[in-house]
């Protein structure tokens, strides 16, 4: 079986909801990190690319439902270059470089370009049909932005809960409380702007052309719990600990990577940074949505052959402080080896676009 690695990263900066990179297409968002890249690499000849695959979470709108396809056609690579767009939501870009990694251990790939775009910003509204063409009575616009919409009433009600209330259940479950939430929250901005003035993502983002943004928009350097504590909770009125504060905010973004063999090291002309040595997927109660990480992450290193203790490094997506927080607690790790340069709730949360981050420069 051949070995997968990680090559060089980028992303966009990612904009908050309705602002920095409102005006950008979700599909020229995608189309700037394939663009990028591709221009990074020194000796590629873009006909080694086998095919680009990205992650979308929405789909409904400007992405024409396969925003790998159109972001490829628009950064002006070979039409021969197949473009396939993953759905698993806020996963989507990861199951992207996880299909990438088993086409190039198959032997079926060499070179593979991965990645995710979203823009919360301009997903669209979408209008239920019916089986009537004139029906009686009003019909109700859905936003796509965020959550369920044209829910399936056979769906048991505590699986169509909103994502914040289902955060809400895995704090009580989990015992985490609003005080903890809110200091891996402050920790988060404060690490995030630290990372930034230190340089740490000079090299991995690439700013939009034809807009202002140049850094992560969320970023609140100097946050702390004290400050947070202030703000009101969001999905429980008594009893809640979720806030606007210690959650991740809606962001537009994109970020692509290369997913190659050892070969790959040749084409692209840079070393890789790292070896995929183990996937792994789970899900559990819907209800409870934000503590499948837990057993993803254990199966990923059960067949990597990695114990917790020999990690020094994890990634984890903060979509909720409640939720990164049971799930670093389960795992049972050192919180100062999670997401040491910031993480979602500081930078932004685009859905499919993954961060892509890594300790240190991209080979050049």
């Not at 809606?250 to 997913?259: E, F, K, Q, R, V």
């Amino acid at each position: 079986m051949n070995q997968a690695f990680v090559y060089d990263a980028v992303r966009t900066p990612f904009g908050k909801f309705g602002s920095g990179l409102a005006a950008v297409r979700p599909d020229d968002l995608a189309a700037h990190v394939i663009g990028e890249i591709v221009r990074r690499a020194p000796k590629l000849d873009v006909e080694r690319i086998d095919e680009v695959v990205f992650g979308n979470a929405n789909g409904a709108g400007e992405e024409n439902r396969n925003v790998a396809r159109m972001g490829t056609l628009l950064a002006g690579l070979p039409v021969s270059i197949p473009g396939t767009t993953v759905n698993r939501l806020c996963g989507s870009s990861l199951d992207a470089a996880i299909i990438a990694s088993r086409q190039v251990n198959a032997g079926d790939a060499e070179l593979m370009l991965i990645g995710g775009a979203e823009s919360m910003s301009r997903a669209p509204w979408v209008l239920p049909k019916t089986e009537k063409p004139y029906p009686a009575g009003d019909l109700n616009l859905a936003s796509t932005t965020l959550g369920w919409r044209l829910v399936n009433k056979a769906m048991p009600k505590d699986w169509t809960i909103s994502l914040g209330e289902a955060t809400e259940r895995l704090a009580e479950k989990y015992g985490v409380t609003r005080q903890a939430q809110d200091e891996f929250s402050a920790n988060s901005h404060n690490l995030a702007a630290a990372a930034w003035d230190d340089g740490f993502y000079d090299n991995l983002v690439a700013p939009v052309p034809g807009t202002d943004l140049v850094r992560d928009e969320g970023i609140r350097a100097g946050s702390s719990a004290e400050k947070l504590a202030g703000l009101k909770t969001v999905f429980r009125a008594e009893n809640g600990t979720v806030t606007a504060g210690n959650a991740s905010p809606l962001s537009d973004g994109a970020s692509a990577a290369w997913i190659g063999s050892e070969s790959a090291a040749g084409i692209l002309g840079m070393d890789p940074l790292a070896r995929i040595a183990g996937r792994g997927a789970h899900a559990n109660d819907p209800q409870y949505f934000g503590y499948a990480p837990v057993e993803a992450a254990n199966k990923a290193l059960a067949k990597a052959g990695i114990s917790w203790e020999q990690v020094g490094a994890v990634e984890l997506n903060e979509a909720f402080a409640a939720q990164s927080l049971a799930c670093i607690n389960a795992w049972g790790i050192d919180h100062s080896i999670v997401n040491r340069h910031g993480g979602a709730i500081a930078m932004g949360h685009p859905l499919a676009a993954r961060r892509r981050d890594r300790d240190g420069p991209p080979p050049r």
